[in-house]
């Protein structure tokens, strides 16, 4: 498609800001295709400079952990005047940690390769998260994130399709090993913000998670190709954790982790900080995790987890299509997870659900908070090549109630197991559910196959539009704009 159509899903959008931003003055110095594009943001921005502005070289091997950061600290004094963007070209742009900052675009080009840095001075140490109390691989601090963003408003992260690649396989080396001083660092990680934009790029071989927004609000990730070994570990593909008004849409996930895992804490630190994951949308996910889940719920979910809406899913080659991993000491709760219109293709167990997930950050959890399950919908499926149905397993004294499984079709393997529905501490219903459901779920009958609920009202964060935005590079800044300062 010709640059100038750019058609960005709302297409009157799309002929209106066109005819806004068409006159331009041309800079003395002739501009480049790379230098002048349109693109699609949920919001634009006044000023663009490149990386090549602040001295970046994409040799592939010198770092630009420094050019990085200086643009991001330049470009970061336009947030009051209309905000900024920074090219990433064509080129392998090796670099370690940098921090985004707000009213922000990082663009990389189709041809742009960030790389990550191996060398482990590149990457600061932080403190752990307040409702994890402690790294998930090693007790105290972490790496930080390749990408970090921290008490930011309006920042996007997009690109033709420019890939990231985390470079991951050392550190995986050093955690099979038990060499890892401390955890892992995540491709891209954005805390206490709000009003994100993640889309269009492809992640390669993330060191452990690969996107992660945490304690923020109104977060958008859209088109992201992420790939890594199957085998790799914990290289779960996008994790909304702590967050409220998220939608992720057209993904293309495989990994060796869960493809989307739901969190909000952990045990007795996320039971304190107290801060949900609600209102989160996940629809046209494609999804391939052979050894977890298609979708998580947990198990970190101490602070919560309700109102999550998943639909158009296709599962292939995954160990489970939608699981829920809790445990005792977790707290907290999973409830209203509405599914719909989910196909899953050679699975183990088509749902799955677990009360006795253990992994305890320390022994301080308390025993009696026990976690709340309830109000757990699943219609409009159909499996092929299942070696389980189900395996629903609550906490003895703490059922999982609510469960409605309706209009649901899921074909054996030949080498089926022979318990296909095995459920305890389980209460539900079911309708229009073959292979016939454990006499948990008791069948409506047919008159029943539309009973699980699927909210119809939209939430607010389908309501952001996406606009078509202008980049142009302008690097310094012309005389009055750096006067405003
Ligand atoms: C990035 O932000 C983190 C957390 O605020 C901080 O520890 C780190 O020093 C920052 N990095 C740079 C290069 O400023
Ligand atoms: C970021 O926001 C959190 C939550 O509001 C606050 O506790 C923390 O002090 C803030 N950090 C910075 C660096 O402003
Ligand atoms: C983005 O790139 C990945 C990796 O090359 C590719 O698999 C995917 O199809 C591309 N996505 C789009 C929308 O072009
Ligand atoms: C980003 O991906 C969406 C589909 O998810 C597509 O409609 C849009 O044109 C893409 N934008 C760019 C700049 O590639
Ligand atoms: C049952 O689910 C299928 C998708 O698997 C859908 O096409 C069909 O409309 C659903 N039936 C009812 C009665 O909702
Ligand atoms: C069914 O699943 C098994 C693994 O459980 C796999 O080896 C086989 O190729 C699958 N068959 C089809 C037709 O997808
Ligand atoms: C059914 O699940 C329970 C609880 O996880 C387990 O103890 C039991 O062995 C399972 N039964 C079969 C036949 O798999």
Not at 46 to 59: K, N, P, R, Y
Not at 100 to 125: G, Y
Not at 180 to 209: A, C, D, G, K, V
């Amino acid at each position: 498609m010709p640059r100038n159509i750019l058609a960005c899903f709302q297409a009157i959008h799309v002929i209106l800001l066109l005819a806004a931003t068409i006159p331009l003055r041309l800079n003395a110095r002739q501009l480049g295709r790379h230098d002048k594009f349109d693109y699609c943001a949920v919001s634009c921005r006044a000023h663009g400079a490149s990386l090549t502005d602040f001295g970046g070289v994409g040799d592939g091997t010198t770092s630009n952990t420094k050019a990085f950061q200086a643009a991001v600290d330049y470009l970061s004094q336009f947030a009051a005047f209309g905000g900024s963007m920074l090219f990433v070209p064509p080129g392998k742009w090796l670099t370690g940690s940098f921090n985004l900052t707000s009213h922000f675009t990082l663009f990389l080009d189709k041809n742009a390769v960030l790389l990550a840095s191996q060398d482990e001075s590149e990457w600061a140490v932080i403190e752990p998260l307040p409702s994890y109390g402690r790294g998930r691989d090693t007790e105290g601090g972490r790496y930080i994130s390749l990408i970090f963003g921290t008490n930011l408003t309006d920042v996007i992260i997009t690109g033709d399709n420019g890939t990231i690649d985390g470079q991951g396989e050392s550190w995986w080396n050093k955690f099979h090993k038990g060499e890892l001083q401390y955890t892992r660092p995540y491709l891209i990680e954005i805390m206490f913000s709000e009003n994100i934009q993640i889309s269009n790029l492809t992640l390669l071989n993330s060191p452990s998670w690969n996107v992660h927004p945490i304690y923020s609000s109104n977060v958008i990730v859209q088109g992201l190709t992420i790939l890594a070994p199957v085998t790799s570990p914990n290289t779960d593909g996008i994790n909304p954790d702590s967050c409220t008004n998220t939608r992720i849409e057209d993904c293309y996930i495989v990994s060796g982790d869960d493809c989307i895992a739901v969190k909000s804490g952990w045990d007795e630190y996320g039971i304190a900080f107290g801060m949900p994951t609600k209102q989160l949308v996940i629809r046209r996910l494609t999804c391939i995790s052979p050894f977890s889940a298609v979708i998580a719920l947990g198990s970190e979910m101490s602070g919560g987890i309700e109102d999550v809406r998943a639909e158009d899913i296709l599962a292939i080659n995954s160990e489970s299509g939608v699981r829920i991993k809790t445990a005792v000491g977790r707290g907290g709760y999973v409830k209203d997870i509405y599914v719909r219109g989910m196909t899953m293709k050679t699975m183990k167990w088509a749902f799955w659900m677990t009360g006795n997930y253990g992994s305890h950050p320390d022994n301080n959890y308390d025993p009696n908070a026990l976690p709340v399950i309830q109000n757990i919908n699943y219609r409009d499926m159909v499996a092929e090549n299942v070696t389980m149905a189900a395996r629903l397993e609550g906490i003895p004294g703490d059922p999982f109630t609510g469960i409605c499984i309706s209009n649901v079709t899921i074909e054996l393997a030949k080498k089926a197991k022979k318990v296909i529905w095995n459920c305890t501490d389980v209460e539900g219903v079911s309708s229009g559910v073959v292979p016939q459901p454990c006499a948990a779920l008791p069948d409506q009958g047919s008159g029943y196959i539309t009973a699980c609920n699927f909210p119809e009202e939209s939430l607010a964060i389908d309501n952001v539009e996406i606009q078509t935005c202008s980049y142009r590079r302008k690097y310094p800044l012309s005389n009055d704009v750096v006067n405003h300062l």
